[in-house]
């Protein structure tokens, strides 16, 4: 009877084989009967342990006598079969693979979310207020209002998996060499080793803002490299990227908690607080926009930035329908 390395059944059961060791477990599977036998009982072992681990509201001491019963019900059913099945050199690694699955479940329920990521994709969601993750290889993320991320770290993977369905986020990612981090915004690939940057997209566009290390941006086979303080715009419809150097710190403010403008013209800092606060803010007179503005407003309430805003340019701010108008 032909052996089949371990390793490759394991990420068999786990669904991470590729191609050809799928392939490869199937025919040894295919071949002969004692195969086909061994599999099944190494299975039922995995999936009887698996259903511990989906269970998050089961302590271990539940886990194992649950496991136990089964075990016993097995070896009761067939004692022969089974005395010889408990000697073979199959089932400790099978007692083996169901140890560290239990010891698993048991680990990962201290693990950020629950460290569901090693086995499936996991969904991350903002509404009405920004979110801060932590993912489960130590990557820390700030999802900004109205965003939808989705991630992966799988076991065998060799590399981490974000798709950023919407929104913005801005990512701090834990270095790890052997394993790339990936991002997919629409057709835009961005990968990294360990840096932080901050993500857009909307429309048809995706904005990438570097802050630390340096980021890999691949559209279609064409790639842009960008370091601190590069931004790129990416036009998802053409491809087209155009690299620029980021001026201020404004995009940066779900992160930051504050609004950071040095000199800048007002109409950039009023065009974040409409998004920020969802407000419509208008400045009426055309030569007021390009008005050079340094102030730091903390993230709070919209009334007493406009407020700050008023004072420091010595301005008219008054509201009329359901508009704020700068004058």
């Known amino acids: 009877m032909e052996t089949m390395n371990e390793e490759k059944l394991i990420k068999y059961l786990l669904q991470e084989s590729d191609s050809e060791e799928t392939k490869a477990v199937q025919e040894w599977i295919a071949s002969d009967a004692a195969n086909q036998k061994q599999f099944e009982e190494i299975k039922w072992i995995w999936d009887s342990s698996?259903?511990?681990?989906?269970?998050?509201?089961?302590?271990?001491?539940?886990?194992?006598?649950?496991?136990?019963?089964?075990?016993?019900?097995?070896?009761?059913?067939n004692p022969q079969q089974n005395q010889r099945f408990l000697r073979s050199n199959w089932f400790r690694v099978a007692a083996a693979i169901t140890l560290i699955v239990v010891s698993a479940w048991v680990y990962s329920a201290f693990l950020p979310q629950s460290g569901r990521a090693y086995f499936s994709s996991v969904e991350l969601q903002s509404e009405s207020t920004h979110m801060e993750v932590q993912l489960l290889d130590g990557t820390d993320i700030t999802l900004n209002r109205n965003t939808k991320v989705t991630y992966s770290q799988k076991l065998f993977a060799n590399e981490r998996k974000v798709s950023l369905e919407y929104g913005e986020a801005f990512f701090d990612v834990k270095r790890n060499e052997a394993k790339p981090f990936v991002i997919q915004s629409d057709r835009a690939q961005i990968t990294v080793l360990g840096t932080s940057f901050h993500v857009k997209t909307y429309e048809n566009t995706t904005e990438v803002i570097v802050v630390t290390g340096s980021v890999q941006v691949e559209i279609e086979g064409r790639k842009e490299i960008?370091?601190?303080?590069?931004?790129?715009?990416?036009?998802?419809?053409?491809?087209?990227?155009?690299?620029?150097?980021?001026?201020?710190?404004?995009?940066?403010?779900?992160?930051?908690?504050?609004?950071?403008?040095?000199?800048?013209?007002?109409?950039?800092?009023?065009?974040?607080?409409?998004?920020?606060?969802?407000?419509?803010?208008?400045?009426?007179?055309?030569?007021?926009?390009?008005?050079?503005?340094?102030?730091?407003?903390?993230?709070?309430?919209?009334?007493?930035?406009?407020?700050?805003?008023?004072?420091t340019l010595n301005l008219k701010i008054t509201q009329r329908g359901g508009k704020i108008i700068i004058e």
């Open 50 to 77: 698996n259903v511990l681990l989906e269970k998050s509201d089961m302590d271990e001491n539940q886990a194992w006598q649950k496991f136990t019963t089964l075990r016993d019900k097995k070896i009761a059913n």
């Open 226 to 311: 960008l370091k601190p303080d590069e931004k790129l715009s990416i036009n998802q419809n053409t491809g087209e990227m155009v690299k620029t150097l980021q001026t201020n710190k404004l995009y940066n403010y779900y992160v930051s908690k504050k609004f950071q403008a040095d000199r800048i013209p007002l109409e950039e800092l009023v065009a974040t607080l409409n998004e920020a606060y969802d407000a419509n803010i208008e400045i009426a007179k055309v030569e007021l926009r390009t008005l050079p503005i340094t102030t730091t407003l903390e993230y709070g309430l919209l009334s007493e930035n406009l407020e700050v805003i008023r004072e």
